[in-house]
């Protein structure tokens, strides 16, 4: 608090962080449970959609959460940003209430999609907000804010929605429409920063038209077009800690060790599934945004004397380490190792590369240059998503291994089991092999090897690496 008392930020910043929070905690909260909410077994509270089905939604609207604000920002600017932030409001808080009142695919893929809209048009004004309402001098140190309460909405989202969920998996949607509407009340106090008049003037179609122009020309910079397309394996396997995970450790991690630490631990990130306690699958990866929040600033003041692409091949090799651990480990602790260790990963290397754009755009380009940056981020989500779905269907689901298993036992044709309730099946397989839940697991993990999926991931991930390395060597020609 010393260091934020030496500026002066106007009403209208603190506001818009205010919106940011509200916004992150009702995304973060509904996403990252979204996973396994979309693939649970009806019977046990989902919907029952396949990894496949799940990974084209989230893929597709993720990418466009990224792709659509340029359009939003053309947008705000037109029509100003009040007009456009209660479009925004009103869009996500129907979106996410929705999200939970329907249960066939396509109803819920148009209401993500209503919620990915809103999430776009308001993406471009809070950043807008924030840099206009920051001072010359001051947008490091404001920027610095905004990161921060984005991870504490991401903190608190998952946190609510895990503790909700247990009672209805309903309440984690109106929890999300519920936090945003409160942005209805800030709205009130929120005055617009100015824009530019004759920017205004142009019609809406010239604008959009030197928006593509404009990308058009930055893409044409071959160095900054390479690095682009690099960083796309980056996001592919970092986005896997909300595609994957979330089910993965639902379906194969036995966090009974951690729930059984302490009882501080059991009442503050615990929960009981027919008497057995545990530990959220959310609960865990939350870990991530709350180390974000801890050692930050720390991780940036150790890195910030290592060129921009360095520190990013160390982040990238150290998600890698963290991430092979769902491969190495089904015990909890070792997950939540795996957590941390990603969390460094990323703190060391996200921050980066936002600046190391900077550093080689033209100075007249770098609002540009900043805008075309989120191309790999679309890119590695909409990739990450498809990889997350089939992949992870054939390779680690648990229910489609059990099916297979059974075949293979003489149990039944897949033709018969293709669309039993996963849940119900399992139960009807312990009773049919005299095995406990436990053993039943144990006896697919071995078999199957579910965990060997993350060694694609971190292979991508460590592919990503390599080629930053040998950017930075002979591209960029550094030492």
């Known amino acids: 608090m010393s260091v934020l008392s030496k500026y002066k930020f106007p009403r209208t910043f603190w506001i818009a962080n205010a919106m940011e929070l509200f916004e992150r905690w009702a995304y973060y909260g509904m996403f990252t449970v979204l996973s396994i909410y979309l693939t649970d077994p009806e019977s046990q509270g989902g919907l029952g959609f396949s990894n496949a089905q799940k ?16 359009l939003a920002g053309a947008i705000a600017d037109k029509l100003g940003f009040r007009k456009v932030l209660i479009a925004a409001f009103a869009t996500l808080a129907s979106g996410y209430y929705f999200m939970g009142q329907f249960n066939t695919y396509g109803l819920v893929f148009i209401m993500f999609l209503i919620v990915g809209i809103g999430a776009a048009l308001f993406k471009p004004i809070i950043i807008a907000t924030v840099s206009k309402t920051a001072s010359k001098g001051q947008e490091t140190i404001a920027f610095g804010i905004f990161y ?59 604008t959009i038209l030197q928006i593509f122009r404009n990308m058009g ?15 796309i394996g980056f996001w592919v396997m970092y986005m896997q800690l909300f595609f994957t995970a979330p089910v993965f450790i639902t379906q194969w991690i036995d966090t009974t060790g951690i729930y059984n630490t302490h009882p501080f631990i059991a009442w503050a990130i615990g929960s009981e599934d027919n008497g057995v306690g545990m530990v959220k699958a959310e609960m865990m990866i939350n ?32 998600i890698v380490v963290g991430m092979s651990q769902f491969g190495l480990h089904t015990t909890g602790w070792f997950i939540v190792l795996g957590i941390v260790i990603i969390a460094f990963g990323e703190m060391a290397s996200s921050p980066r590369i936002q600046e190391y754009i900077s550093s080689i755009a033209p100075k007249e380009k770098i609002a540009l240059y900043m805008g075309v940056s989120y191309i790999p981020l679309a890119a590695g989500n909409y990739i ?22 059974l075949v293979n036992r003489g149990y039944a044709s897949i033709e018969k089991l293709q669309d039993m309730d996963g849940g119900i099946l399992f139960k009807d397989a312990m009773d049919y092999l005299n095995m406990n839940e436990a053993q039943l697991n144990n006896l697919l993990y071995t078999t199957y090897q579910p965990g060997n999926i993350w060694y694609i991931y971190t292979g991508i991930g460590a592919a990503t690496a390599v080629l930053l390395f040998v950017y930075n060597k002979f591209i960029l020609k550094t030492k």
């Open 148 to 206: 921060m309460i984005v991870n504490v909405g991401g903190f608190i989202g998952p946190f609510v929605a895990s503790k909700l969920r247990v009672i209805s998996w309903d309440l984690v949607f109106i929890m999300s429409a519920a936090v945003i509407a409160l942005n209805f009340l800030l709205l009130i106090y929120y005055k617009e920063p100015g824009r530019d008049k004759d920017k205004n003037k142009e019609p809406f179609k010239d």
């Open 384 to 405: 990450g998503g498809l990889l997350s779905g089939g992949m992870y269907d054939n390779m680690s689901d648990k229910y489609n291994l059990l099916k297979k298993e």
């Open 287 to 318: 870990l991530a945004a709350f180390s974000i929040i801890l050692f930050q600033v720390i991780v940036s003041t150790l890195v910030s004397k290592i060129k921009p692409v360095v520190s990013m091949v160390l982040g990238a090799l150290v």
């Open 55 to 70: 990974g084209s939604l989230m893929g597709i609207i993720t990418m466009l959460i990224y792709i659509l604000p340029v």
């Open 217 to 231: 020309v930055a893409l044409s910079d071959f160095k900054f077009l390479l690095f682009l397309i690099i960083m």
